[in-house]
């Protein structure tokens, strides 16, 4: 055999050998290769289908859990009591300082007259009248978003000009002939009230005057125009040297519970529970305490 032949028949023999090497090495390769992209495609979506779903997916829940401890913001208008005009005035600028962005904006007038406008359509997010009466009225038309929570109670005492020219001391002489005596008409909570405590002493009370705010009642009282009135404790307190005021047993007939809602055509329903939370808590309760209400009790969070 020559020396070319000889050449030749090694080569061929090594290019044997290196198939046969190769090509388990090949299929190894492949088989690897194969197994991984079957175990991406279990953990994506699908054969043939790309990730997106999924990552939309996630970023939506990713969104509604954000979104879901939101802050509140924009406007709210509440509607309550007179008698609430002091708190609620502090408690709106503590939440607005707590949520920048927020505006609260607060109407105060006689729970029943609030009562009205919101049956009439009159544009309202918290109402927070001065008796569950009231709140019931608008509950019954279905206006009310949710359960009301009673969150303060209120009693009445006597206003007289400081220093009690008249000499009153007790609920009886507001009946004395030729006293000039002031009181919340009846369908307002605090004239209620009055006739309740009234009834219960036996005492006929003939008010020169029926207002439909007790806010108007101490007003007459500190002008010098009346020479009694019957107001909320809290009323008198927040006059300071205006007034003077005369406790009376009586007024424990007549606890007032004020409760608090959401209305059900408010347009920021958001903000409007965020406020009603911050009334209801400890800051609201500390606020209202302060003022001279009373807790609300074991009656708190519910009206009937």
Not at 4 to 29: F, G, H, Q
């Given at each position: 055999m020559t020396r070319?032949?000889?050449?030749?028949?090694?080569?061929?023999?090594?290019?044997?050998?290196?198939?046969?090497?190769?090509?388990?090495?090949?299929?190894?390769?492949?088989?690897?290769?194969?197994?991984?992209?079957?175990?991406?495609?279990?953990?994506?979506?699908?054969?043939?289908?790309?990730?997106?779903?999924?990552?939309?997916?996630?970023?939506?829940a990713g969104n509604s859990a954000a979104g879901s401890g939101a802050k509140p913001e924009g406007t709210i208008t509440v509607f309550a009591a007179a008698s609430l005009k002091g708190t609620f005035t502090e408690l709106a600028r503590t939440f607005e300082a707590e949520n920048p962005g927020t505006t609260v904006a607060l109407s105060f007038a006689g729970s029943s007259d609030l009562a009205s406008q919101i049956s009439q359509g009159a544009p309202a997010d918290v109402f927070a009248p001065a008796d569950l009466a009231n709140m019931k009225k608008v509950q019954d038309a279905g206006l009310v978003d949710g359960a009301a929570r009673n969150f303060a109670t209120n009693t009445l005492a006597i206003a007289v000009a400081p220093g009690n020219p008249a000499g009153i001391t007790a609920l009886k002489d507001l009946a004395r002939p030729g006293l000039k005596l002031v009181t919340c008409a009846r369908q307002v909570p605090c004239g209620t009230a009055a006739a309740t405590a009234a009834e219960a002493a036996g005492v006929a009370l003939n008010p020169v005057s029926e207002e439909n705010a007790v806010t108007d009642v101490l007003g007459k009282v500190a002008s010098g125009e009346a020479d009694a009135g019957l107001v909320y404790g809290t009323d008198i307190k927040a006059a300071g040297s205006k007034v003077a005021g005369i406790q009376f047993p009586e007024s424990g007939s007549a606890v007032n519970t004020y409760p608090i809602a959401g209305v059900a055509g408010g347009r920021n329903k958001a903000a409007a529970r965020a406020f009603l939370d911050l009334v209801t808590g400890p800051e609201g309760r500390r606020v209202l305490a302060a003022a001279g209400f009373g807790p609300a009790g074991a009656g708190a969070g519910s009206v009937k």
């Open positions: 070319t032949s000889t050449r030749t028949a090694v080569s061929a023999s090594l290019a044997r050998l290196l198939s046969l090497a190769v090509l388990p090495a090949a299929v190894l390769l492949l088989t690897v290769l194969t197994g991984c992209a079957a175990g991406g495609a279990a953990q994506g979506t699908g054969p043939g289908e790309d990730n997106s779903a999924g990552n939309s997916a996630g970023n939506s």
